[in-house]
């Protein structure tokens, strides 16, 4: 806690008989700390940004150059963001290949914009989840309702939906994305989504892709999966670890 104005952001002084406050020097650290909770952002992610966004990790050259495209393609949205937040224009990310990069590139994008503004990052299932979380009569008599909390996903700043299109879209879940994505798009509001599926490969009906196409710009991914390679970094790096504690336990005669 702020020793200075004892966590409250404000600190209270007393001039000429009036008594007036401003803003702590923490006030901008506790803004951008309670930002980041509200995110929710996946912890293995925080500390994810654009600038240690890895390029090279892509072994072919097809790879590199189109996640080199996508790359440029959210630099130059996130530099004129203001302009396109005016219009509710959001990001699509897809690639048919999961670990391809886009949750860890939706993330870099959501630090960034945390810094002005208000996100939410929600994964399509958790969103599901909560929704039929709020249908327990002991629990949403204390909780949020549903409607609260489409209301909340409808209003949000920026909303980040990661991995849209990986859920069974049965007729009701189809209708709640309806309501959260129409509601969006006639108040435009940005809505960033990650998706291992084009577009016109989503499972949902004309009413939300057809809004989803409108409100966001389109970016490939490759469909490679970084996350093979750094498994084999990750065991590579084990390997000469150990190869390395032999030789030195040799050398000191272990």
């Known amino acids: 806690m702020c020793p200075k104005c004892n966590g409250t952001g404000w600190i209270y002084y007393t001039e000429n008989g009036y008594e007036f406050g401003r803003k702590c020097d923490c006030w901008d650290k506790m803004v951008a700390s309670r930002r980041l909770k509200f995110a929710e952002l996946p912890e293995a992610f925080k500390d994810v940004k654009l600038?240690?966004?890895?390029?090279?990790?892509?072994?072919?050259?097809e790879s590199r150059n189109l996640i080199a495209v996508a790359a440029k393609t959210v630099t130059h949205y996130l530099e004129n963001f203001e302009a396109m937040k005016s219009n509710g224009m959001g990001l699509y990310l897809f690639s048919n290949t999961k670990g391809s990069g886009k949750t860890r590139m939706a993330v870099g994008i959501a630090n960034s914009l945390l810094k002005n503004h208000q996100v939410k990052f929600a994964g399509s299932t958790t969103i599901i989840k909560e929704i039929k979380r709020t249908w327990n009569k002991k629990l949403s008599e204390v909780g949020e309702t549903e409607s609260q909390l489409l209301d909340s996903l409808a209003a949000v700043e920026i909303l980040i939906i990661d991995d849209f299109g990986t859920e069974t879209p049965a007729g009701w879940i189809n209708d709640k994305f309806y309501q959260i994505i129409n509601d969006r798009y006639v108040g435009r509001k940005v809505t960033i989504f990650t998706s291992n599926a084009a577009?016109?490969?989503?499972?949902?009906?004309?009413?939300?892709t057809n809004r989803i196409k409108e409100r966001t710009y389109q970016i490939a991914f490759p469909e490679e999966s970084v996350r093979d390679y750094i498994a084999e970094k990750n065991n590579q790096e084990l390997i000469n670890n150990l190869k390395q504690n032999i030789t030195e336990g040799k050398t000191n005669g272990i």
Do not use: E, G, K, Q
């Open 51 to 61: 600038s240690n966004f890895n390029l090279s990790i892509y072994r072919t050259i």
């Open 199 to 208: 577009l016109d490969r989503l499972n949902y009906d004309d009413r939300i």
